[in-house]
């Protein structure tokens, strides 16, 4: 097969509902080079960056409770930060640029996806709903 490596995927097409931050971002582990009492970051292994990764909440609403909640890996030199809140949501919207996707079999013999993104963001304004939405106002 011609395909390897991680998939590029658009943000609707992994998150056609959005999501929401659920926690922090924090450092990958490399588990291979941390030693008991040394923590060492993991590094992607096509670019060479440092790997970080935050919990999000799936808002599909078909999705069962134990689908809902997915770790997105995010690579960048520096720890990314999280949008701000917003008032009046329990969670904070998100979205990811840059997404891959890589299949891999997990531990109970079950196809499950790595989710990897360049860049982590505030949702962006749906400019077409905004226009329609003036223009029904006008």
């Known amino acids: ?17 959005g999501c929401y931050t ?6 990958v582990k490399d588990f ?8 060492v970051q993991a590094r992607d ?3 060479g960056e440092l790997v970080w990764q935050i919990p999000v909440m799936d808002a ?5 409770a134990a689908q ?3 770790a997105v890996k995010i690579l960048s030199p520096t720890q990314p930060v999280a949008p701000a809140s917003v008032a009046g949501l329990p969670f904070t919207p998100v979205e990811f640029d840059g ?4 299949p891999y079999v997990n531990g109970s013999g079950r196809l499950a996806y790595s989710i990897k993104a360049r860049q982590m963001l505030a949702p962006r304004t749906n400019v077409k709903s905004t226009n329609n939405s003036k223009e029904a106002a006008a």
């Open 99 to 102: 997404l891959t996707v890589t």
């Open 45 to 47: 292994k096509q670019t």
């Open 60 to 64: 599909d609403p078909s999705l069962k």
């Open 1 to 17: 097969m011609a395909m390897q490596g991680p998939i590029p995927v658009t943000f609707a097409q992994v998150f056609p509902h």
């Open 32 to 39: 291979e080079a941390s030693t008991n009492g040394r923590f």
């Open 68 to 70: 809902k909640t997915v």
């Open 22 to 27: 659920v926690g922090e971002v924090e450092p």
